[in-house]
């Protein structure tokens, strides 16, 4: 569980995020949505230590990160992993030399072990056959699983995903979804995700976190979502005539003034 | 940025560098690939211009001597003084910042725009420490073996380019190498080229660790760096020209 209390970050004049407070809970995927600038990206790198919050106090399980000395970071970060946006891969290395990094690093293994967890978590990812071939041969969608396999490859607490569907076309990025939800169930990961993907909040969304302009402005699940009554929440979800038409069904079946066993390949006939 | 802040930030990835290797091996790999990197990659470079240097010197020595008070070994005793004080450690130096340091700038900058420094910091590595120190050691190692060897063939350049146009015979050549000769040079230039070692890769990381934005911004970061050290690296040489001499 990661919990941060009163999270205030400035960059110049500017405040970026004011006053945040969440939990985020283990063996769930959590999402941050918001609008560009909102503050969901400086939100996460607050949570990671890439950024240092002005106040607050950020937790992990229990663990003051916001006091711990710099060699304790170190130790916890190798509890983290994170799949950042453009994947980060290491360019000038194979696909089995990014992901063995961690290991060579952080491991005593020898080769044989290295390699046998390395394709483990390729096949994991649903990848094969890529060991030996550089990022720049792979596709979007192959790169953010590598990203994956490399960011598990520790067997860690807590995975943070920036935008992990940004750039990937809807299959994709569905894939890419599923893959994360299946992973943190497995491993019981505390999962946060940073992302604009509807999709994403309706199929994964277990705990969300809505960011407008550097504050908390809403908070709930995937079932929630389609019964909030916030206003700006609804015309980030729902912006589209089509989204609204399928939140009002939603509500519909709900408040049961339509049948949800209706039998819609019927129906369209 | 003011130059205060440019240099206090500096000192700080400095400082930030000296850490405990996480893991020691991981380090020794990246500077021995560091030191493939920059001295043999290198090699090339430093060989053409050395040689060229030498033989331009020798010519150039033999035109201006025009007395005949003065024997021809006279030649020989000038290129070895020159290319070992100053054309072996600074314009190799020179040049090399060009080479490495735009290498070394546009690496770390892209690593940077790329988010892979990040990663690397997210997985409980010293950024500075990892991706730095190997740099700056691996130069500090190679680039005094590399103007040792501009020396050698800065010498030999003149040597040839002396018999080659007829100016002086490799005999009067050989001799004159040996006339006068003050060993306390060859220390001078090689603490010339530690410094400016030292310049050539950590001003460029410097440029390369802290850059904002995208690829243009690589790109010029990579050139000012560049210049930043070739600036550097003059005024270095004429404080240990002042100091040392």
């Given at each position: 569980m990661i919990e941060f209390k009163n999270i205030k970050k400035s960059f110049g004049d500017k405040?970026?995020?004011?006053d945040v407070s969440h939990v985020m809970e283990t063996g769930q995927c959590n999402l941050i949505i918001g609008t560009s600038g909102s503050g969901k990206t400086v939100l996460q790198k607050c949570l990671v230590g890439l950024f240092e919050p002005d106040e607050g106090e950020i937790t992990y399980d229990g663990r003051s990160f916001t006091d711990m000395t710099g060699e304790e970071r170190k130790e916890l970060r190798q509890q983290i992993g994170m799949l950042f946006q453009g994947s980060a891969?290491?360019?000038?290395?194979?696909v089995q030399q990014n992901i063995m990094f961690p290991l060579d690093m952080f491991t005593k293994q020898n080769f044989p072990d290295k390699l046998k967890r390395v394709n483990e978590v390729l096949a994991r990812v649903n990848l094969?056959?890529?060991?030996?071939?550089?990022?720049?041969?792979?596709s979007g969608g192959m790169k953010k699983r590598v990203g994956i396999a490399r960011a598990i490859v520790l067997n860690p607490k807590y995975l943070f995903c920036d935008?992990?569907?940004?750039?990937?076309d809807p299959q994709t990025s569905m894939v890419i979804d599923k893959l994360i939800y299946d992973i943190t169930k497995e491993f019981n990961m505390t999962t946060v995700i940073n992302t604009h993907d509807m999709n994403s909040v309706m199929e994964i969304g277990e705990n969300i976190l809505y960011m407008y302009e550097g504050r908390k402005e809403w908070s709930g699940n995937n079932k929630e979502i389609i019964f909030s009554k916030n206003q700006r929440l609804n015309s980030f979800i729902f912006a589209s005539e089509f989204l609204q038409d399928a939140k009002d069904m939603r509500m519909l079946e709900a408040k049961g003034?339509?049948?949800?066993?209706?039998?819609m390949d019927e129906l369209l006939k | 940025m003011s130059f205060f802040t440019h240099f206090g930030r500096y000192l700080l990835m400095l400082r930030g560098m000296m850490t405990r290797p996480e893991n020691m091996r991981m380090y020794w790999k990246e500077f021995m690939h560091q030191c493939v990197e920059i001295g043999i990659g290198s090699l090339g470079i430093v060989v053409i211009i050395s040689v060229f240097m030498g033989a331009v010197s020798a010519v150039q020595t033999a035109y201006q001597?025009?007395?005949?008070?003065?024997?021809?070994s006279t030649i020989a005793q000038i290129v070895r003084d020159t290319v070992i004080l100053e054309f072996a450690p600074t314009v190799v130096c020179i040049v090399l910042a060009g080479v490495v340091g735009s290498k070394i700038a546009s690496e770390l900058g892209n690593m940077r725009v790329s988010e892979q420094i990040d990663a690397l910091e997210i997985m409980g590595i010293n950024t500075k420490s990892y991706l730095i120190m190997p740099k700056v050691v691996a130069t500090l190692v190679t680039i005094p073996m590399l103007v040792v060897l501009s020396m050698v063939l800065g010498i030999w350049g003149g040597r040839l380019a002396g018999s080659l146009s007829n100016i002086l015979s490799t005999d009067t050549y050989d001799k004159g190498l040996l006339?006068?000769?003050?060993?306390y040079n060859v220390t001078f230039a090689l603490a010339k080229a530690y410094t400016f070692a030292f310049i050539i890769s950590s001003i460029p990381a410097y440029y390369g660790y802290y850059v904002k934005g995208g690829s243009l911004e690589i790109g010029r970061s990579s050139t000012k760096s560049v210049v930043v050290s070739c600036v550097m690296i003059l005024f270095a040489d004429y404080i240990l020209a002042a100091l040392l001499l």
């Open positions: 405040i970026v995020l004011n891969l290491f360019d000038s290395m194979t094969v056959d890529v060991n030996k071939k550089y990022p720049a041969e792979l935008e992990p569907n940004s750039g990937l003034k339509i049948d949800n066993d209706r039998n | 001597l025009v007395s005949p008070l003065i024997s021809r006339e006068n000769f003050v060993p």
